[in-house]
């Protein structure tokens, strides 16, 4: 409890900061290095998924959308929220004007129809929203329109997500893949970097804010620092040492049992509630799992409690929660939980392993890696209840790109350990697609997928989802586990800082 | 002699040539695909596939191995995937630390090891002696990474003397990217000394009973005279040996300790490469280490002979 009232109390400081801007502006300047946990994999945010391309990434690069309070939809160089035709098979989007690259170009509708076109021949998210768009046309030189084959709802979220990030580049630059010339219309820009060194973005002189206030991701953008640095620290004791050294403005991704360590050092802790959801991947093609009453028994067999405690030590850090979204998000609902048991089931487990006609002899493989040590500590504690419940358990620990690689075959494995923040629009999370690894296609499935994605209606929407859930809960073609909190640790004189899943740092200022 | 280096010579080609074939079979036959790290988790085995085509990775291996072979004999070790530049490139960039890092920990380990260890083989048996026997064991046995975590918790974390990592950032002065070298290096040297300490007082224990230091004494020469000139001088071959060796060790043994620094040496950049699957640049580094250590190699063969005159016969 006192770790949550300091970390409420940090919230609230953090805060004030923000209001009181809309008294005194805070001063420019100044530097700030960013600890992350590695070298992003490529500075192009259409070619990878990487939360780590989209942190550092979302300060040099713009979308037209992107989310503001509450993961609402909220314009970024687009002028206006889109036009939607009567038949939702027409988006038209005005854009803003005299918006500027870094190279002093202007943006105008060919640039956005260019970067859109890339995006769909790029990016994972991208190819998703190409097959429901028929064609992506300029207007004017302010206005585009997108026709789609069928209502596609999620359409604007994808167009707003930081990660497979519809970004818009000069057009000239468009025909790039990869990408070499990171030119954006962020509010910094690409300085220098030093692989495996430093990322160096500076303030972008030319850079046009929306005006009003801040709004999470979106409304205004104010540069107050001259230079941000994203300095990749990969082992995460150096990382927690670091923060306690006040050698970072702000360290991400630090192992919750460091808090207490942090607390007592020059940069405080900070929680992000709820940040993600560890995930139990099932392999529906092929194997144990494509048997429906097999992963009925893995669902009732698994007990969360004891799993998020291994994985996570305090309640402070994690949540006993079978609904896909938490509290505070507008999917949040109960629908299908009953099937989610904190101290898992066992007698019912057996029973349908039982009715499965199971023998015990194939084992259940766990596909799972120590990259993120909560997956490994989860995955041993899965082991004891499913072999309680009577399975075989084969646990496979490889390292990350041995997993990235072998969960595309599904001959070898049964259940892969990830985890994901929550994403603001379900249809964004891989496994609502047909072809990411676990492969869940069925009709019951496709049947609410596809009412949801057709609905532009927020409210109907939320309702739909519950449709949603409710045949995940049925089909278990995944085991959300619950929800867990991310640690940072920011410096006491940097403000302005909005906790979020992808840390930015507009709008950040270092007090005097 | 001009024999002997030609065959030398020949060997290194040999060797070379081994770890090119070795290095390529065994990055591609490991499990992972840095198409599937690049594009990240919510990527589709589509995308996947489409990424390996357009890196070529989905070519024969006869044929990848063929294009490899034919751009190193051109000094091209291909481009990296991840950091968008030639492998070549990459490892220029990332050899200033390591090289320095390299040197200063030899030289801590040298400074330390060899008057230490001559010292407890003139003092063979006495407290000193026991105690640096010791020390060196104990020193043998710690790893790298963890003395080095340990300097960080000290010296950077609770003195504030050092950063706890990194190598300094934009626009850092050579002397700033020095002092980020201090902690790592000591780490690594302390832990270096320890096989140079045994080996410098095992050498000196050998030549120290020998006839013609017997002989020097009976001469009435001065103690250190004895020590310094005669018996070192006879002890120092295999004293070269290790220090060449631990030389070529260290450019691996940092490869743990710069991870822990965040250090943008060859090490991390290896471990990175590793880590993501950049095979050029896993297949490059590797090369230059195993060069590096062919060349170590070489240089002490070529000490051996400027010093021993039995190896010239």
Redesign the interface.
């Known amino acids: 409890m006192r770790r949550l009232l300091s970390v409420a109390a940090l919230l609230a400081a953090m805060t004030l900061p923000a209001v009181q801007g809309a008294w005194a502006e805070p001063v420019k300047g100044g ?1 700030i ?1 960013v600890a992350t946990v ?2 992003p ?2 500075l192009d945010p259409m ?4 939360d780590l ?1 989209g942190i550092v990434t979302q300060h040099i690069f713009e979308t037209l959308y992107t989310f503001g309070k509450d993961w609402s939809i909220t314009p970024l160089l687009a002028a206006d929220l889109p036009g939607i035709s009567g038949d939702g098979l027409t988006y038209t989007i005005p854009l803003r004007t005299g918006i500027k690259f870094h190279d002093g170009s202007d943006m105008d509708s060919a640039d956005v129809v260019a970067s859109l076109q890339r995006w769909e021949k790029v990016a ?2 991208g ?1 998703q929203a190409a097959e429901v768009i028929s064609s992506i046309e300029a207007v004017d030189a302010s206005t585009i329109k997108i026709v789609l084959k069928k209502p596609y709802a999620p359409l604007v979220s994808l167009l707003a997500f930081n ?2 990030a519809a970004i818009i580049i000069p057009s000239e630059n468009a025909g790039e ?2 990408l ?1 010339k990171f030119i954006g219309t962020g509010p910094y820009l690409l ?2 970097r ?5 990322i ?1 973005l500076a303030r972008f002189d030319g850079y046009k804010s929306r005006e009003g206030e801040p709004n999470v991701y979106g409304g205004a953008r104010k540069q107050y620092l001259d230079e941000i ?1 994203f ?5 995460p ?2 990382r927690v ?2 923060a ?2 006040g ?1 970072f403005a702000y360290a991400d991704a630090l192992p919750v049992e460091a808090y207490d360590k942090i607390s007592g ?1 020059k940069t405080k802790p900070v929680i992000l509630k709820p940040f993600g959801w560890p995930v139990f991947v099932m392999n529906t093609k092929e194997g144990l799992n494509s048997d429906i009453r097999i992963r009925k028994a893995v669902q009732a067999a698994l007990a969360p409690n004891d799993m998020l405690t291994a994985a996570f030590g305090s309640t402070d850090f994690f949540t006993i929660d079978g609904s896909m979204y938490p509290e505070g998000f507008a999917w949040h609902n109960k629908v299908g939980t009953d099937a989610y048991k904190s101290d898992g089931d066992t007698e019912t487990a057996a029973t349908l392993l039982k009715e499965a006609g199971y023998d015990g002899s194939k084992p259940l493989r766990i596909l799972t890696s120590r990259q993120y040590e909560f997956h490994y500590k989860m995955a041993q504690v899965a082991q004891a209840y499913l072999e309680q419940a009577g399975f075989k358990v084969q646990l496979d620990v ?5 997993l ?3 969960r ?1 075959d599904p001959k070898l494995w049964d259940i892969y350990i ?1 985890h ?1 923040p929550f994403l603001p629009e379900p249809s ?1 999370n ?1 496994f609502m ?1 047909d ?3 676990g492969w869940w296609a069925t009709d019951a499935k496709h049947k609410v997928v596809e009412a949801f994605n057709a609905e532009s209606d927020p409210a109907k929407r939320a309702k739909l989802y519950e449709d949603v859930q409710k045949v995940i809960y049925e089909e278990a073609p995944i085991y959300k586990v619950g929800d867990f909190n991310a640690l940072a640790a920011q410096a006491p004189n940097l403000q302005g800082m909005t906790p979020s899943p992808w840390p930015f740092f507009w709008n950040a200022y270092l007090e005097k | 002699m001009l024999r002997t280096i030609f065959n030398r010579l020949l060997g290194m080609i040999v060797v070379m040539a081994l770890v090119v074939t070795i290095v390529f079979v065994i990055v591609r036959v ?5 198409a ?13 596939a489409a990424l390996r085509s ?1 890196l070529g990775l989905d070519q024969p291996m006869v044929v990848q191995f063929g294009r490899y072979v034919l751009g190193v004999v051109q000094g091209d070790f291909g481009q990296s995937i ?4 030639p492998v070549t490139t ?1 490892l220029a ?2 050899a200033e630390p390591t090289f320095f890092l390299t040197v200063f920990s030899l030289l801590i380990a040298t400074v330390i090891a060899l008057p230490v260890g001559i010292l407890s083989a003139y003092k063979r048996g006495s407290t000193f002696d026991q105690v640096a026997t010791t020390l060196a064991m104990f020193a043998a046995s710690v790893p790298s990474f963890w003395l080095g ?1 340990l300097f ?2 000290f010296f ?2 609770k003195l ?1 003397w050092f ?5 300094g ?2 626009g850092a002065s050579f002397l700033e990217r020095l002092n980020h070298l201090v902690l790592p290096a000591l780490a690594l040297g302390l832990v270096s000394s320890a096989l140079i300490t045994r080996f410098a007082r095992a050498s000196m224990l050998d030549v120290l009973n020998d006839d013609y230091v017997r002989t020097a004494r009976s001469k009435g020469m001065s103690e250190w005279r004895v020590v310094l000139k005669h018996a070192l001088k006879n002890a120092l071959i295999p004293i070269l040996t290790v220090i060449g060796l631990t030389a070529a060790l260290l450019i691996s043994g940092a490869v743990v300790t710069e ?4 250090l ?1 040496g060859v090490g ?2 290896v ?2 490469a590793v ?3 950049d095979y050029p640049v896993i297949q490059g580094a590797l090369l230059v280490i195993a060069g590096l250590y062919v060349l170590v190699n070489f240089a002490i063969d070529m000490l051996y002979l400027a010093i021993d005159p039995r190896v010239r016969a």
């Open positions: 530097v290095d590695g070298e994999p490529t070619a990878s998924t990487a391309v994972t998210r190819k990660n497979a893949d990869p070499t300085k220098d030093k692989p495996d060194q430093f160096q640095r300095v990749p620290v990969p082992d004791n150096t040492e670091g306690v050294a050698q050092g490889v390292e990350w790109a041995t990235t690689k072998n595309q990830t994901s964004l891989g697609s072809t990411t690894p | 490991t499990p992972g695909d840095p599937a790290v690049m594009l990240g988790p919510d990527a589709t085995a589509a995308d996947v357009r991840f950091l968008n530049q990459a960039q990332r975590l960080i918790q950077a974390v504030g950063d706890t990592s990194g190598y950032g934009p991870t822990v620094f965040s943008p991390s950049l471990v990175s880590l993501r699957r």
